[in-house]
């Protein structure tokens, strides 16, 4: 089954949690799969950080025939994040008041912006009801912002290797990666290469954060006691650099840090526990025993304020990345949480 690309055009201003407004956004949005005859099948999924809306490229084990999702029994949404670079409206789109690229004047985002902008989508598409969303990381965090936001429209939710409120851990580490855009000589461009090099430093410290040591030890040992320069290690960190700058730019990475950093569904709700109250889907918490970057104590206080929450905690040597690698270990998660396999919706 082929995905469908699609891109839905925004022609009004859109406000901002900032102040700020754009005048007007798109979204590019994929399908895989089709709605039944009661539109009781639609799974949204949310992407990370440096994800795309196409599902199939970077969580394909998921949605397959035998996948948690089967594209045969339901019909998968995704979109790309407002700020992305990946057809959505970000800073390298031409701003329709200047006729130039937005580039550095690009507006602050925060994930309550992003899923403003998805849930017009969503009533674009006339889906007054959500079967599951799902998201991981940045994506988890958009998925619980919304589930807040409209408490009557999701019947399930699965929040994977997320939190409620960004640490200050998470925000030093995307600091680090910004004080390394910020170090590349041509960030100060306005240019869609500004900030490349430091980019590819971003990604190397951000590596450290998704992995961890053991998972370093294992894939990254020198087999050559020899040697004195030019480690597996080196070389990887640089090639990890390189891959992410031929696909993404520095801006869009830039913005979706800052969101990332903003996240607290407490801000303006009473408190982040009032605001996990709110959520009426039943909901299914999954951590990775040795995230570095969001640790399972953050999945077990999302779980505990959640009045119908499960705790799923699942074993990986890949860090904070298990949430994209680990896919039988999510897919059985999963298909417990619904006590049986998603690809059984009538259609």
């Given at each position: 089954?082929e ?8 022609n009004?201003?859109?406000e901002l949690?900032?102040g700020?407004?754009?005048p007007g ?9 089709k ?6 099948n639609?799974v949204w999924?949310c ?6 809306a196409d599902?199939?490229?970077?969580w394909?084990?998921l ?7 089967d594209p045969?029994?339901?019909l998968i949404?995704c979109a790309?994040?407002l700020g ?6 970000g ?8 006729g130039k690229?937005?580039?550095?004047s ?7 912006d992003?899923v ?16 599951t969303?799902?998201?991981?990381s ?12 409209r408490?009557?429209?999701?019947q ?30 041509s960030w ?6 500004a900030?490349?090099e ?12 998704y ?6 030890a294992k894939t ?11 480690f ?20 869009t990475y ?6 990332m950093?903003?996240h607290?569904?407490?801000?303006g709700?009473?408190s982040?526990?009032?605001a ?8 299914l918490?999954?951590?990775i025993d040795n995230?570095l970057l969001?640790?399972?104590?953050e ?5 505990r304020?959640i009045?119908?929450?499960e705790l799923k ?6 860090g ?7 896919s039988?270990q ?9 006590k049986?396999?998603?690809s059984?919706?009538?259609t």
């Amino acid at each position: 089954m082929e995905i469908q690309n699609h891109t839905f055009h925004y022609n009004q201003p859109f406000e901002l949690e900032s102040g700020e407004k754009l005048p007007g956004f798109q979204l590019r949005y994929t399908t895989l799969g089709k709605i039944n005859s009661n539109r009781s099948n639609v799974v949204w999924v949310c992407h990370a950080l440096t994800g795309s809306a196409d599902v199939t490229q970077w969580w394909k084990e998921l949605f397959e025939e035998e996948g948690a999702f089967d594209p045969e029994h339901n019909l998968i949404v995704c979109a790309n994040t407002l700020g992305g670079c990946y057809g959505s409206t970000g800073p390298l789109s031409v701003n329709p008041e200047t006729g130039k690229p937005w580039f550095h004047s690009f507006p602050l985002l925060t994930n309550r912006d992003v899923v403003k902008a998805f849930d017009l989508l969503r009533e674009h598409l006339q889906l007054t009801n959500i079967h599951t969303i799902i998201g991981g990381s940045l994506g988890g965090q958009h998925a619980l912002e919304w589930v807040i936001y409209r408490p009557n429209v999701f019947q399930q939710a699965i929040l994977i290797a997320c939190n409620a409120v960004h640490s200050p851990w998470g925000i030093a580490f995307n600091e680090a990666q910004r004080m390394a855009i910020e170090a590349d000589a041509s960030w100060k461009n306005n240019d869609e290469r500004a900030g490349l090099e430091g980019l590819k430093a971003a990604r190397a410290i951000a590596i450290l954060s998704y992995r961890q040591y053991s998972s370093f030890a294992k894939t990254q040992e020198e087999k050559n006691t020899e040697l004195i320069d030019g480690f597996r290690a080196s070389t990887y960190q640089r090639y990890q650099g390189e891959k992410l700058s031929m696909r993404f730019n520095a801006y869009t990475y830039w913005i979706l840090s800052k969101m990332m950093d903003s996240h607290n569904v407490g801000r303006g709700r009473g408190s982040v526990e009032q605001a996990l109250k709110q959520i009426e889907s039943r909901t299914l918490v999954i951590g990775i025993d040795n995230d570095l970057l969001f640790p399972v104590s953050e999945q077990a206080f999302i779980q505990r304020h959640i009045r119908s929450a499960e705790l799923k905690i699942i074993s990986s040597t890949h860090g904070h990345d298990g949430f994209l690698i680990e896919s039988d270990q999510l897919k059985k998660g999963i298909n417990q949480f619904f006590k049986k396999s998603l690809s059984t919706i009538s259609t």
